[in-house]
């Protein structure tokens, strides 16, 4: 995995809003869905997946960062930063060489390095490729695309869906905190067997956000338009707005005019860190339904008290 800033095309200071943009026209740009004959994209698409994974939360990027952890998220090993005088991380090689030497004469120099590092990490060593005798390591299964289909309802509810795989397998998965329209989650596992004694692959799964009749999504927040009677508007009141968990009453001044725009705390979307985003409601003055005489005489006396 290479450095996911590079990955992404950004730079190590970028703002999270840089860096989810890259992600999604990358993610965009390289989907299976359309590069169905192209290989190198589905590897792409991986990539940026895997890059976004790291650098689209805030934790693991800082863990990136101080280099506690590698570009595929896993810890670094630590306590082997040297061969000084046959010792790494305070083990003594040498020693241990010498005393596993006894008897076996010159012949044992070509092994030695296999035979101290199996005898560290256990047999696991010679299996992962490491000299002469080692085996191949287990072939991986293909990573699978799918595509789940989620209403604004269900990212803020956090239930559990069941999605069906194209391998036929079901699975129920928890739409994860911040997610975005577009954005692909790795399912570890859940891809193509590879046999028996083979890794299986992969399923990236792109969520899809589908379009809401009241809402528009801009990030973790909300928006809305709400029509306000023209006697609220003018003497002020309580209107009901639309929000994703019921409707709420709010208040608004005397004079507020079309375009006015209020903030609803806590009412938008869940972010990653669990905090939820806000819902902005625009107001739009509706006059009455058909015509008012009174409302008519007073707009025609009021009209001409400026004409004079």
Known sequence: MRNPYDVLGVAKGASEADIKKAYRKLAKDFHPDRNANDVKAKDRFAEAN??????GDAEKRKQFDRGEIDADGKPRATGFEGFGGGRAGGFDFENMARSRQGGMGAGMAGGMGEDIFSHIFGEAFRAGGAGPGAQRQAAKGEDIAAELSVTLEQVVSEEKLRLYLPTGREVDVVIPRGVIDGQAIRLRGLGQSAGPRGEPGDALLTIRIRPHPNFTVDGPDLR???????????????????????????????????GRTFRLRGKGLPKKDGSPGDLFATTAIVLPAGEDAALMDFARARRGAKAA
Request: net charge negative; charged share 15%; aromatic share 2%.
């Open 224 to 258: 809305t338009t709400v029509d306000v009677p023209l006697e609220d508007a003018v003497l002020g009141g309580t209107i009901r707005v639309p929000t994703l968990t019921g409707p709420v009453e709010m208040k608004i001044p005397a004079m507020t005019s079309s």
């Open 50 to 55: 895997s890059a976004y994974e790291i650098l």
